[in-house]
Nanobody, 121 residues
Framework: QVQLVESGGGLVQPGGSLRLSCVAS????????MGWFRQVPGKQRGLVAL???????NTLDSVKGRFTISVDIAKNTVYLQMNSLKPDDSDVYSC???????????????WGQGTQVTVSS
C-alpha cells in the first residue's frame, strides 16, 4: 500500500505565500507522476499542477506564474509553492500520485486526505 500525507496548508492573507508538501510512503517501486488537485465544495475536483517522473509539468493556466510544482525524487515528495495568493485560491488541496507498488505490474492512483488553504484578510 501507498500513503500520501500532505502538509503546509493554512490561513494566509491575500498576496501571501504557502508551500504545500506531500510525502509518498509505503511499498513504492516507481512513481510515474505526482500532482495537486483542488476541490471546491459541490464541484468536481480539478487539476492544479502535476509533474511526471521525467520532469514534465502541467499547470492550470489561472495559476501559472504564481504556483510552481516541484519534486524531490529521493524523498518521494512533491511541493506546490503558492505565491500571490488570492481569495479565489481558497480550497482543499489534495495530493495525487500514480504509483507502481513493489510486486505490482500496473500503476495505481493514490490520494491524500487534503489540506485546507484559506486566503482571507
Amino acid at each position: 500500500q501507498v500513503q500520501l500525507v500532505e502538509s503546509g496548508g493554512g490561513l494566509v492573507q491575500p498576496g501571501g505565500s504557502l508551500r504545500l508538501s506531500c510525502v509518498a510512503s509505503g511499498s513504492i517501486y516507481q512513481i510515474y507522476k505526482m500532482g495537486w488537485f483542488r476541490q471546491v465544495p459541490g464541484k468536481q475536483r480539478g487539476l492544479v499542477a502535476l509533474i511526471t517522473n521525467d520532469g514534465t509539468t502541467n499547470t492550470l493556466d489561472s495559476v501559472k506564474g504564481r504556483f510552481t510544482i516541484s519534486v524531490d525524487i529521493a524523498k518521494n515528495t512533491v511541493y506546490l509553492q503558492m505565491n500571490s495568493l488570492k481569495p479565489d485560491d481558497s480550497d482543499v488541496y489534495s495530493c495525487h500520485a500514480r504509483v507502481k507498488s513493489s510486486g505490482s505490474v500496473d500503476f495505481s492512483d493514490y490520494w491524500g486526505q487534503g489540506t485546507q488553504v484559506t486566503v482571507s484578510s
